[in-house]
Each structure stands twice: as structure tokens, then as C-alpha cells.
């Protein structure tokens, strides 16, 4: 199929990608605000004789993922945070037995049950594994219905390449909202990628000779040989953050304020800065794309450079503490503003806030905030 | 010469951390004999437990997939769809089946998921050390019900007959129940595993034999007498025989009612 533009929802958006890809297998679990990807799956992967399963909850959804990945199949699953955490189990699990899977959270704003409207309250389970255990897993985030597409695309060629769960983290606005999107050419689905670590024999790949069984497996019970297996994926990270990290950078040449803020949050701040410059204030944005692999290198060297930041996010301060950490020792100054519950902050709101930093009028975001 | 008995093939020849007198040595070569008489050991995939059957992917000489406690139903799912030519067996323990997961196997039964499962009922938790199994029986000890299990007074409910249960979702067409205490019983166990295997080469539905398995460390018993504690204790609850058969095919004499 050749490029197309199309008006279509986040969470649509989403599961063509998906399917484009060459998604082999979806299993779900309905939750909001993410109920179109999964009823688009149904459709979509049903018409094409492909698998898709409504799960009895999101916990099996995630070990159907496990199995359908074991078994040599391109296999994803998507919910919204509550149901995320359910997944947590399987998704520790399947980086312990280094299983590819795509992971989509359309997130919402929480703890517990919550609401319903966008948040960025998930970034700390997202990008620290999430489960028990030493792990991580990569964390893409998109900014628009066209970056969640083209984002969920490579998802799955990087769990692939890296063996392991990538996770699209969302939110509900960008699951919602409409836009047009031009979508990924489509794959031819049936050869299945080559796994040789894999349970079973693919139709077209049986050969003559037998093979040693294959034991896909997250349990070793031989402490000295976890901690080779733990370490060698520790070494396998360091490449991924050498190779994978990727954000986008909008004026840092002029600005001496620098917002960082990732998905929904970040294009309220590009349109702060679009409105600053209007009125002749220039301020910059660095923008993760990748939130783990997290861009600490980028944002080291720009804070050497003698830049101060504004981290912006619709939690009460999680990536923040990413930038912190990059920027340590290089006495660079860190402001931190943030909505949580569901608030979506504003263009102004965000503005009038780094004003006040520069005014050297705002003492701290909490402060702000509360009072 | 004629070999008559000898070493199934499907099976690893090395020796299994089991305790003398439990049922799991006997089940598994139950299984690896069924596999050989159906020449299927190359796309044979064993979903493995979590339990004292966890090692079981060290004994059995085909590929091998283990998911979360209890999501094997889940797992093996997943395998199956993409796999649908395999032969794909669940091996399941009480704890694992009936509590951890019983959401997981309950919907996979009834979505009619073309996998065989081996739920293999000691009436205790195993590998953990003794506690009480939702299949443990009225009355019968455990460390976590040390005076016995105590339906009403302490809250503790009833044993849970599984086949039954599943027995009323459309999606399942085999469920036996087998023992493990006595050598005709063993043979019967051996038929309704062939069977249920057969139904899932012929892609027929969801199929499952219960196991009755004796586990004299946890009954703290020795394994003479925890056998006969199956026949006599075990069997008069968890009666024997296939308790649904909807293969539609005539069933064997000696695969008949108990």
C-alpha cells in the first residue's frame, strides 16, 4: 500500500500502525481511554485472518502476548494505566526471558482508579521496569496521532532488534484527538521474523534436521548465572541508550530557558514558546522521544552550556527527576511545573510561569501551585 | 530381542529432583509415552509450570515455554494460535490451576482454545511446602490449616472439583479425571491423555485430565500409604472417569467410566 494521509484518532491511528507493521497477534482488555485501538484490532486483525483476543483481563492479555511472542509471532497488547499495572506482571516476565512485544498505555491519571482524562502520572512505571526485578524496557513517546503511528511502526522493529518489550506510553488526549496522519507503508505479515531462540517450527521453516529443544523461561535459580544473564542485559541497555535515544530540540541557540517536556505536554510548551517569541521572548524546548533510553547526555551538555530548564508534565514531577539527574553537578538550575489529576495546563499558564522564572518572581512550582 | 518397555524418547534420560512416591515422574512419563505413540515429539510444546513441576522442561526433550504462576492457560494461547499444528500441553498444579489461576483457565476452557491441559490435583501446594490447595479436602491438614480445612468456622471453603466446574462451558469437549495410585488406574490415566491429545491434532476444543497424584512429603506420609490415601480419601470426592465427552467419538472400553 502507498502513503496515504488520513483523519484518524490517536488510538486508530495506533492499531493501523500496528497492523502495518505486520502485528501477528493483539490481545486485549477494554479499557478508557483507549477503546478504539482494541476495537479497531478486532476488525483489523479478524478481516486478515490474524489473531486477536478480548482477554479475560489485561494480566492474561500480557502472558498471551508472552506466549504468542515464544511462540515467533509479532505480538502487542495496549491498555490504559490501571491496566498497565495489571500487565506489570507479565511484562517483568517477558524481559526476563527477553521476549519481543509491543506495549501500548494510553494513559490516564490515577493512582488507583482515577479518571479518565490524560496524564503523564505513569512515566516512573514506565520507565523503571515497571515489575519486580532489574530490568528496563524501552519507552517511546509520542507527541501527535502521526508520531503515535510512525512510533508504534518502529516499536516493533526495535523490540525485535533489541529482544524486548517496547512500550508506546500515550495518554488520552493523544489516544482522542484527530489528526491527519500519513501511515507507514504495509508489510507483507506472513514470514514470521526469525527467532531461533523460538518454541516450535513456523509453517516454511521446518527443515530436516531436529534441533535442540528451546526452553523460553524468565526462572534461573543459580544465583551466579542470573547475574550473568542480569548483567549481559545491563550491557545490551548501554547500547540501546548509545544507539536509541532520540529527542527533538526547537531554539536552543537563542534561548537561556529551556522547557523539557515529553508527549502532550511538550506541544503545550512549543506553543508557550510560539507565543514567547511573538512577543519577542525566546525560549527553547528539548523534547524526549525516547524516555528511556532517556536523552541525560543531550541535556548534560546543554546545562555545561549554561542553560537553566523548566521540565513540564501533567504529574506532579517525574521526568523531572531525569533531568535532574543529567544535569547534576553542572549547577544548572531546574524548575519544575506541573497539573496533575487529568488537568490539561495551558499555553498561558505554562508562560506566565516561565516569566515569572525569569522574573526571578517564582519561588517554586509547589508554591505556585498551591497557593 | 523385542523391546517391550523401555525409556519413552520424549523424555531426557537423567533422574527428577521429585520425592520418592510423588505422582509427577509418573504423569510426565504418562504424557512423553502418548507423544511417542503419536510421533509428534518435534512439535510437541510443553507449557511449564510454576509449582514442583517447574523443573519439568529439564525432562522433557521437546520446546518448552514458562509464563507467570497460573497464566499458563494465557500462555499456551498464545503459542497455540500462532502454532496451531502443535501439540501444546499445559502442566498444571492445583495452586497454579485452581487458585492463582483459575480467571485464566476458565475463559481459555471456554474459548475453546485447542491446547490440552494436565492439572495434576495433590490436594496440597507442593513446592512452597505444604499449605492448603483450593483442592485440599474437608478436614485434611495443611501448615496454613492446621487443624484441618474449615469450611464454615474458619472460613476456609470447600474443595474444588474442577472438571465439574469446567464441564458446563461450551468450549470444553474432553474432561477425565484419572489417578495415578494403581497401576489400572495409571493405564486409564495414560487413555484419556492419548484421547485428549488426539482431540487437539484433530483441532477439536479444549480438553483437560485431572490427575489425582499422591505427595506423601506434604501429607507426610510414606508413599505406600499416601497412595492409598488417593483411593481411599481422594477418589470418593474426585470421582473418576470422563466426566464430559464431546469428541464424538465412541469411547474406548478401557478409557470408560471408573
Not at chain 2, 214 to 219: F, G, H, I, R, V
Amino acid at each position: 500500500m502507498s502513503e496515504e494521509k488520513r483523519l484518524m484518532k490517536g488510538n486508530e491511528a495506533i492499531g493501523e500502525a500496528a497492523i502495518r507493521a505486520g502485528c501477528d497477534a493483539y490481545f486485549g482488555y477494554p479499557i478508557t481511554p483507549q477503546n478504539e485501538l482494541t476495537a479497531y484490532m478486532a476488525g483489523g486483525m479478524l478481516d486478515r485472518g490474524r489473531v486477536f483476543i478480548q482477554a479475560e483481563s489485561e494480566t492474561a492479555a500480557m502472558s498471551m502476548v508472552f506466549g504468542a511472542s515464544a511462540a515467533g509471532g509479532r505480538a502487542m497488547t495496549s491498555s490504559s494505566s490501571p491496566g498497565i499495572s495489571l500487565k506489570q506482571e507479565g511484562i517483568s516476565y517477558a524481559c526476563g526471558a527477553d521476549i519481543p512485544c509491543v506495549l501500548v498505555n494510553v494513559a490516564r491519571s490515577g493512582p488507583g482508579l482515577g479518571g479518565i482524562s490524560p496524564s503523564q502520572g505513569d512515566y516512573f512505571q514506565a520507565t523503571r521496569g515497571g515489575g519486580h526485578g532489574d530490568y528496563y524496557h524501552i519507552v517511546l513517546a509520542p507527541k501527535s496521532v502521526q508520531e503515535a503511528a510512525d512510533l508504534t511502526y518502529k516499536a516493533f522493529d526495535l523490540a525485535e532488534e533489541w529482544r524486548m518489550p517496547v512500550m508506546v506510553l500515550a495518554d488520552g488526549l493523544i489516544g482522542q484527538m484527530m489528526e491527519g496522519v500519513v501511515l507507514p507503508p504495509a508489510r507483507d505479515a506472513s514470514p514470521r521474523p526469525r527467532r531461533p531462540w523460538a518454541v516450535g517450527i513456523p509453517y516454511g521453516q521446518r527443515g530436516s534436521a531436529r534441533r535442540t529443544p528451546n526452553h523460553v523461561t524468565s526462572l534461573c535459580l543459580d544465583p551466579p548465572a542470573l547475574e550473568a544473564s542480569v548483567r549481559a542485559r545491563f550491557e545490551r541497555y548501554e547500547r540501546i541508550a548509545e544507539q536509541e535515544t532520540s529527542f527533538e530540540a526547537v531554539n536552543l541557540d537563542k534561548a537561556e530557558l529551556v522547557f523539557v517536556a515529553y508527549g502532550t505536554a511538550s506541544r503545550i510548551c512549543l506553543g508557550a514558546l510560539q507565543m514567547a517569541q511573538a512577543e519577542g521572548l525566546e525560549l527553547g524546548l528539548v523534547r524526549p522521544v525516547s524516555l528511556w533510553p532517556f536523552p541525560s547526555a543531550e541535556l548534560a551538555r546543554l546545562a555545561k552550556g549554561g542553560k537553566r530548564f523548566l521540565a513540564v508534565e501533567m504529574s506532579m514531577g517525574q521526568m523531572v527527576q531525569d533531568l535532574r539527574l543529567a544535569v547534576a553537578g553542572s549547577g544548572s538550575r531546574v524548575d519544575f511545573y506541573g497539573r496533575a489529576g487529568g488537568v490539561i495546563p495551558s499555553e498561558e499558564e505554562v508562560l506566565a510561569y516561565a516569566r515569572k522564572l525569569l522574573e526571578g518572581k517564582a519561588a517554586s512550582a509547589s508554591e505556585e501551585l498551591w497557593k | 530381542m523385542e523391546v517391550i518397555y523401555g525409556h519413552p524418547k520424549s523424555l531426557v534420560s537423567v533422574q527428577t529432583k521429585y520425592c520418592p512416591g510423588c505422582g509427577h515422574g509418573v504423569i510426565h512419563r504418562l504424557i512423553a509415552e502418548a507423544i511417542d505413540e503419536l510421533g509428534v515429539q518435534d512439535r510437541s510444546i510443553l507449557m511449564n509450570p510454576v509449582g514442583c513441576s517447574i523443573w519439568a522442561d529439564l525432562y522433557y526433550d521437546f520446546d518448552s515455554v514458562q509464563v507467570p504462576h497460573g497464566r499458563t492457560p494465557a500462555g499456551a494461547t498464545g503459542v497455540k494460535r500462532m502454532l496451531p499444528d502443535h501439540l501444546v500441553v499445559c502442566y498444571q498444579g492445583d495452586g497454579d490451576l485452581a487458585a492463582i489461576g483459575t480467571a485464566e483457565i476458565v475463559h481459555a476452557a471456554n474459548r475453546g482454545e485447542k491446547f490440552t491441559t494436565i492439572f495434576v490435583n495433590n490436594a496440597i501446594y507442593g513446592m512452597t511446602g505444604g499449605q492448603m490447595a483450593p483442592t485440599t479436602l474437608v478436614g485434611q491438614k495443611a501448615t496454613t490449616a492446621p487443624r484441618g480445612r474449615d469450611p464454615e468456622g474458619a472460613g476456609m471453603g470447600y474443595p474444588v472439583r474442577v472438571c465439574e466446574m469446567l464441564a458446563t462451558l461450551g468450549g470444553t469437549k474432553y474432561l477425565a479425571r484419572g489417578s495415578v495410585d494403581s497401576a489400572p488406574n495409571v493405564r486409564k490415566t495414560k487413555q484419556y491423555i492419548k484421547k485428549a491429545f488426539e482431540a487437539q491434532l484433530r483441532g477439536q476444543g479444549f480438553t483437560m485430565v485431572e490427575i489425582l497424584s499422591p505427595c506423601p512429603t506434604n501429607w507426610q506420609m510414606g508413599p505406600v500409604e499416601a497412595a492409598d490415601w488417593v483411593a481411599s480419601t481422594m477418589v470418593p470426592f474426585y470421582k473418576l472417569g470422563e466426566i464430559k465427552n464431546e469428541l464424538g467419538a465412541p469411547a474406548p472400553e478401557q478409557g470408560g467410566k471408573a
